[in-house]
């Protein structure tokens, strides 16, 4: 079972440049989020969906916009990237239904931006 | 604003040791507190807890949550070097639907031979 699959596994970007971290589930979950994750901040949240078609901003989502069209997918962009973007991106996923809190995590989007 | 401190940052102990990890929260309409271990990428999820006083246990990793003084412990008995990881204390909100963790920084565990 794959789970959650991140995409790409990391990347070297320049300032200024936009960029999109690809992120699917095969466990038809209907909530899916992404986190970033830098050292002594922990896992901060970006943006979430609970749902196709409605997305919802994290406690930081400045300079980040996603969209969810079907449930599967559930894209990150960098429009245009700066430095303090520079960390690595979680992506994860949950049924509400089960109602235990749990998240299934990717392994992670390792980004430099330059 | 929300909080969840974990502490200590770091610990190094030897195989066969007893840890306990501690993380103290301050939130806005608790929902339910869960750990997860991180071993080199993703986080995997260990116990939830929504219940004072209520021990999680599995295999030698054990959890007790305190809501009226606001924290919970995870211990781990008889400790291997596969334990070695950053364990993550999470709380959730309640009201308002999804699963929208707030977490701490981490405790990172070295166990050594």
């Known amino acids: 079972t794959a789970g959650i699959t991140q995409a790409p596994t990391s990347q070297i970007l320049a300032a200024g440049r936009s960029m999109t971290l690809r992120c699917t589930q095969d466990?038809?979950?209907?909530?899916m989020y992404w986190y970033r994750q830098d050292l002594g901040l922990g896992l901060r949240l970006i943006h979430y969906?609970?749902?196709?078609?409605?997305?919802g901003k994290g406690e930081v989502p400045d300079g980040y916009s996603v969209s969810r069209a079907n449930t599967d997918d559930f894209p990150l962009t960098l429009a245009s990237a700066v430095p303090s973007q520079t960390s690595v991106y979680f992506c994860?996923?949950?049924?509400?239904?089960?109602?235990?809190?749990?998240?299934?995590f990717g392994e992670g989007s390792r980004l430099t931006v330059l | 604003e929300d909080k969840v401190v974990q502490s200590p940052l770091s610990l190094v102990v030897h195989e066969g040791d007893t840890v306990t990890l501690n993380c103290s929260y301050e939130?806005?309409?608790?929902?339910?507190l869960l750990w997860y271990k991180q071993e080199k990428k993703a986080p995997t999820f260990l116990f939830m807890l929504?219940?004072?006083?209520i021990e999680k246990k599995s295999g030698r990793l054990s959890s007790i949550l305190d809501k009226k003084e606001l924290f919970s412990i995870l211990n781990i008995t008889a400790t291997q070097t596969g334990d070695s990881a950053v364990y993550l204390c999470?709380?959730?909100?309640?009201?308002?639907?999804?699963?929208?963790?707030?977490f701490g920084t981490g405790t990172q565990l070295k166990v050594e031979l």
């Open positions: 999470a709380v959730e909100k309640g009201a308002g639907g999804g699963n929208k963790l707030t």
């Open positions: 994860a996923s949950s049924d509400l239904g089960q109602n235990t809190g749990e998240l299934f």
């Open positions: 939130v806005t309409n608790f929902r339910s």
């Open positions: 929504t219940s004072s006083g």
């Open positions: 466990m038809r979950h209907n909530a």
């Open positions: 969906s609970n749902t196709a078609g409605t997305t």
